[in-house]
């Protein structure tokens, strides 16, 4: 269902700390994760553009790992493309409000 990407160049406790996270709020089952130590040997895009190519769901969430999500977030999610299916990209940035 989801591919959770994200780039780190922080400490293994802090990964996992983040990692535990995502999988008490993400609210779905099928799910993956992808870490990327990454101490500036590459960029963002690239990053991201790896794990893209590895992911084996078709829902894709970048984000950095130092964010908090609310609880159910991925169910959120999977809504919100099903309400929208000729969506390919939602993007969400300091909020948990989706406006139409």
């Known amino acids: 269902m989801i591919t959770i990407i994200f780039s780190t160049h922080k400490d293994e406790k802090y990964n ?3 990692i535990s996270h995502l999988k ?3 609210g779905v089952d099928e799910f ?3 870490p ?3 101490d500036n040997q590459y960029s963002l895009a690239e990053v991201y553009n790896k794990g893209i ?3 084996k769901y078709d829902i894709v969430v ?3 790992n130092d964010i908090i999500l609310e609880k159910g977030w991925g169910k959120s999610l999977l809504k919100d493309f099903q309400n929208n299916p000729q969506y390919g990209i ?3 940035a300091g909020s948990s409000v989706m406006p139409e």
């Open 62 to 64: 970048c984000c950095h």
């Open 32 to 34: 993956e994760i992808l």
């Open 53 to 55: 190519e590895k992911s």
């Open 24 to 26: 008490k709020t993400i």
């Open 16 to 18: 996992n700390d983040f």
């Open 36 to 38: 990327y130590q990454n």
């Open 90 to 92: 939602i993007g969400l």
